[in-house]
């Protein structure tokens, strides 16, 4: 029989890559707790029609990428692709726009595309966001801009850039793609078939394009700048500045759009040109979307969220992060002291030390060279002799250390007293 395999795009996090993850979420979580976020956990599964609804049905999300199936009463559920879509189910299920004014979630968890498998692009990928609900901005825009970047700058993601655009509101995005596809529409034959195909379906789309032949067109391309109502403007404008205020530095691309539907006014990539990331180089996208509520079934509700690739952020980052290792590695000398050697590591360990222990048998050289690999500050050796005079031989295991006797009753003190220092 061939064995069984990880579905296609999708990998198993091992234990021995895991700490870079902890402490990346760690330290996600301990940022944005400090500007006030509350971790929201949504189901993976979701009715297919919210993800239509929001994402929009002639975005490559939607037309493409979901994995969607019927369950046995025939109901078409759908792994969440994002988490914007969840979170505003969640916010008018809890009814949540009359309780407080404002409310910021986050969350942290897998997402699914059906995409083609790339470096940095995969079927499984994890995704940590946040969402405010409430405030129209342009303040809180250019708070959450500089909280990511600021978090990005802690884990190491060198040579971070941040482009950011408006969409803006009301018709302005629809006389904008007039005027788009009134320019493109003569070029139609020279664009890409994708794009050509977007032309019909979501001409903004076009915009996003990676194709050579298409960026060339896209760059004579009439910008939505020019097609913003004076009080869509005025909120770019403020955004920016405050932005500025914050000492962060942004570009503004007026052709970034993004490829979802919900999006309004406010809108920002943030990118890292570090060699670990290849073409994949978008880290983090966000926006506001100050009608999806409203579209949802909800009270109209300003909104605006980011979402970062957890495996991209990883990917860009230069810093290292140090496993864990133990403080004590428990060696029996007779294979009879094993309950004593398991005894001994459960003291250590509810004493809050981290200790190893091998209880299979294997002779005193092979637990030493066990000792040694897995990283451990001190060996404790227990032998009969030792048992009987109420000691332990206890070794250094780094800089060839030296070995002493410390009276077993004292063991979790002494070592708690090494690992300290
Ligand atoms: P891209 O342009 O790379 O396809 P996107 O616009 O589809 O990104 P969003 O939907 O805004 O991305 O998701 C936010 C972030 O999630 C991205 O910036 C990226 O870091 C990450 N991401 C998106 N899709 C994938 C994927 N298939 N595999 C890994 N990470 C992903
Ligand atoms: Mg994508």
Same mark, same amino acid.
């Given at each position: 029989?061939?064995?069984? %395999? &990880?579905?296609?795009?999708? =990998?198993?996090?091992?234990? @021995?890559?895991?700490?870079?993850?902890?402490?990346?979420e760690?330290?996600?979580?301990?940022?944005?707790? %400090?500007?006030?976020?509350?971790e929201i956990r949504t189901p993976i599964?979701?009715?297919?029609?919210?993800?239509?609804?929001?994402?929009?049905?002639?975005?490559?999300?939607?037309?493409?990428?979901?994995?969607?199936?019927?369950?046995? *009463?025939?109901?078409?559920?759908?792994?969440r692709?994002?988490g914007?879509?969840s979170?505003?189910?969640?916010?008018?299920?809890?009814?949540?726009?009359?309780?407080?004014?404002?409310?910021?979630?986050?969350y942290l968890g897998p997402m699914?595309?059906?995409?083609? $498998?790339?470096?940095?692009?995969?079927?499984?990928f994890f995704q940590a966001g946040?969402?405010?609900?409430?405030?129209?901005? $342009?303040?809180?825009?250019?708070?959450?801009?500089?909280?990511?970047?600021?978090?990005?700058?802690?884990?190491?993601?060198?040579?971070?850039?941040?482009?950011?655009?408006?969409?803006?509101?009301?018709?302005?995005?629809?006389? #904008?793609?007039?005027?788009?596809?009134?320019?493109?529409?003569?070029? !139609?034959? &020279?664009?890409?078939?994708?794009?050509?195909?977007?032309?019909?379906?979501?001409?903004? !789309?076009?915009?996003?394009?990676? *194709?050579?032949?298409?960026?060339?067109?896209? !760059?004579?391309?009439?910008?939505?700048?020019?097609?913003?109502?004076?009080?869509?403007?005025?909120?770019?404008?403020?955004?920016?500045?405050?932005?500025?205020?914050?000492?962060?530095?942004?570009?503004?691309?007026? %052709?970034?759009? %993004? +490829?979802?539907? #919900?999006?309004? !006014?406010?809108?920002?990539?943030?990118?890292?040109?570090?060699?670990?990331?290849?073409?994949?180089?978008?880290?983090?996208?966000?926006?506001? #979307?100050?009608?999806?509520?409203?579209?949802?079934?909800? $009270?109209?509700? $300003?909104?605006?969220?980011?979402?970062?690739?957890i495996?991209?952020?990883?990917?860009?980052?230069?810093? *290292?992060?140090?496993?864990?290792?133990?403080?004590?590695?428990?060696?029996? @000398?007779?294979?009879?002291?094993?309950?004593?050697?398991?005894?001994?590591?459960?003291?250590?360990?509810?004493? +809050?030390?981290?200790?190893?222990?091998?209880?299979?048998?294997?002779?005193?050289?092979?637990?030493?060279?066990?000792?040694?690999?897995?990283?451990?500050?001190?060996?404790?050796?227990?032998?009969?002799?030792?048992?009987?005079?109420?000691?332990?031989?206890?070794?250094?295991?780094?800089?060839?250390?030296?070995? =002493?006797?410390?009276?077993?009753?004292?063991?979790?003190?002494?070592?708690?007293?090494?690992?300290?220092?």
């Open positions: 029989m061939t064995p069984l %395999r &990880a579905v296609k795009g999708m =990998h198993d996090l091992l234990p @021995a890559d895991i700490h870079r993850w902890q402490d990346l760690s330290r996600f979580r301990a940022t944005v707790q %400090r500007y006030g976020f509350g599964v979701e009715p297919t029609q919210l993800f239509v609804r929001s994402i929009g049905a002639s975005t490559d999300i939607v037309e493409k990428e979901m994995y969607s199936f019927h369950d046995k *009463a025939d109901k078409s559920l759908t792994l692709p994002e914007t879509a979170c505003v189910r969640a916010f008018l299920e809890h009814r949540m726009s009359g309780q407080q004014p404002t409310q910021r979630w986050y699914y595309r059906r995409e083609r $498998p790339a470096k940095g692009r995969y079927r499984q946040v969402e405010v609900f409430g405030d129209p901005g $342009p303040y809180v825009d250019a708070e959450i801009v500089e909280m990511l970047v600021g978090f990005l700058e802690q884990v190491g993601v060198p040579n971070v850039s941040v482009a950011i655009n408006s969409l803006g509101s009301g018709t302005t995005r629809e006389r #904008y793609r007039h005027a788009l596809l009134e320019y493109l529409t003569p070029h !139609r034959e &020279a664009l890409s078939a994708d794009s050509q195909r977007r032309l019909e379906s979501n001409a903004l !789309r076009v915009l996003d394009s990676k *194709a050579p032949q298409d960026q060339d067109i896209v !760059r004579e391309a009439p910008r939505i700048s020019e097609y913003l109502e004076p009080d869509d403007a005025e909120h770019f404008r403020q955004f920016s500045e405050c932005l500025v205020a914050l000492d962060i530095p942004f570009v503004v691309e007026p %052709r970034l759009v %993004r +490829g979802l539907d #919900y999006y309004s !006014r406010t809108l920002f990539e943030v990118r890292s040109d570090s060699d670990g990331l290849g073409a994949q180089n978008a880290i983090c996208g966000g926006g506001r #979307y100050d009608g999806l509520v409203e579209t949802l079934g909800g $009270p109209s509700t $300003p909104a605006i969220g980011f979402a970062l690739g495996e991209r952020v990883l990917m860009a980052s230069r810093s *290292a992060v140090a496993p864990q290792t133990a403080d004590a590695f428990i060696i029996s @000398a007779q294979p009879e002291l094993r309950t004593e050697a398991l005894l001994v590591a459960t003291e250590l360990r509810n004493a +809050g030390l981290h200790a190893l222990a091998d209880l299979r048998g294997t002779s005193v050289k092979s637990q030493m060279r066990r000792a040694d690999k897995s990283g451990a500050g001190f060996a404790v050796i227990l032998g009969t002799d030792e048992r009987d005079r109420g000691v332990v031989q206890v070794k250094q295991l780094e800089d060839q250390g030296q070995q =002493h006797e410390v009276p077993r009753h004292a063991l979790a003190t002494h070592l708690a007293s090494k690992a300290r220092m």
